[in-house]
């Protein structure tokens, strides 16, 4: 067995408890509550600097921060994003190790349970390139600043399918749970 299949494995045990679950649960919305309330100042730019693609558009978003002294609430929410990726990974990967379980998923699968992990770890990618670039902006070159994106916008794709995943699976057992009910 090798070290993925022991990582599922692992996960789809411990997806069980409840009890691990909203404890991961509650840790994962605290730190994105106190995320979002560090950053809410920044607004959409926030957003557009993450997944932006160009240099340009990342340079030009930063020294706006820098001249309106907004860019210490940018540093400010490392403090609590780079742990972030853990939190939401975990939780993340529980839940849909559970709406696997639950809606009897097919074992070929469960690499779908992983993929928050992945999405953590671009996560970390995107939050050492942009310190690395806010250290000095003539780092923000096109490729780097087109990687750093990649990243984002990989991250962004893998968490937002995994909660499609799991939001649809509920609600398909949701409504066999009320079918069955009727019958």
């Not at 926030?46 to 160009?54: A, E, K």
């Not at 240099?55 to 706006?64: L, R």
């Not at 998923?105 to 690395?132: Q, R, W």
Request: hydrophobic share 50%; net charge positive.
């Amino acid at each position: 067995m090798n070290i993925f299949s022991r990582a599922e494995n692992f996960i789809s045990r411990k997806s069980d408890s409840n009890l691990i679950i909203a404890i991961f649960g509650i840790i994962y919305f605290a730190s994105q509550i106190k995320i979002a309330s560090i950053v809410h100042p920044l607004g959409i730019d926030m957003l557009r600097i993450q997944t932006t693609l160009s240099s340009d558009t990342f340079k030009e978003i930063a020294s706006g921060w820098i001249a309106s002294g907004q860019i210490g609430l940018y540093y400010k929410h490392f403090y609590f994003d780079n742990f972030h990726p853990i939190w939401y990974s975990i939780f993340l990967s529980l839940l849909v190790a559970r709406v696997f379980k639950i809606n009897n998923i097919s074992p070929k699968f469960n690499f779908i349970i992983l993929t928050p992990f992945v999405a953590g770890i671009c996560d970390l990618i995107e939050n050492m390139m942009h310190l690395y670039f806010m250290a000095d902006l003539k780092r923000a070159t096109p490729a780097l600043v087109a990687l750093s994106g990649t990243a984002t916008n990989t991250k962004w794709f893998l968490a937002l399918s995994g909660v499609a995943i799991v939001s649809i699976l509920i609600g398909i057992s949701i409504v066999k749970a009320f079918i069955t009910k009727k019958k």
